[in-house]
């Protein structure tokens, strides 16, 4: 599977922003979709995942009830829709994508198969 994350960007704090995740390969409904982010100096952080049917979503406390990750099978995509921005929201945003497997954990980066370059958001005060 082979990941492209577009859709940064420059937003005020309170602004919006809609990141998308385009796939291309077989067996995209076989994987696990996450995004994580980094800001400078900071390590790698998990910040949204969503399993293979849609069904079930998870969220980083910091960005719960206010990120909103989906996916779409049919076209190859993973969204995350990014409300009520913060300046601490600041960071390369990655999609990644994570076979199905048994004791798969989706909040740990070290679990996920491929990773696309990331994007850049950055959240103005």
């Known amino acids: 599977v082979q990941l492209q994350a577009f859709g940064g960007g420059l937003v005020q704090a309170g602004g919006s922003l809609r990141l998308s995740c385009a796939a291309s390969?077989?067996?995209?409904?076989?994987?696990?979709m996450g995004w994580f982010r980094q800001a400078p100096g900071k390590e790698r952080e998990f910040v949204a995942a969503?399993?293979?049917?849609?069904?079930?979503?998870y969220y980083a406390d910091s960005v719960k009830d206010r990120f909103t990750i989906s996916r779409d099978n049919g076209k190859l995509m993973v969204y995350l829709q990014m409300n009520s921005l913060k300046p601490e929201d600041t960071a390369v945003y990655y999609c990644?994508?994570?076979?199905?497997?048994?004791?798969?954990?989706?909040?740990?980066?070290?679990?996920?198969?491929?990773w696309g370059p990331g994007t850049q958001v950055t959240v103005s005060s």
């Open positions: 969503i399993k293979w049917a849609g069904v079930s979503q």
């Open positions: 390969g077989r067996a995209f409904g076989s994987y696990a």
């Open positions: 990644a994508a994570a076979l199905v497997r048994i004791g798969l954990s989706l909040f740990s980066s070290d679990e996920y198969d491929h």
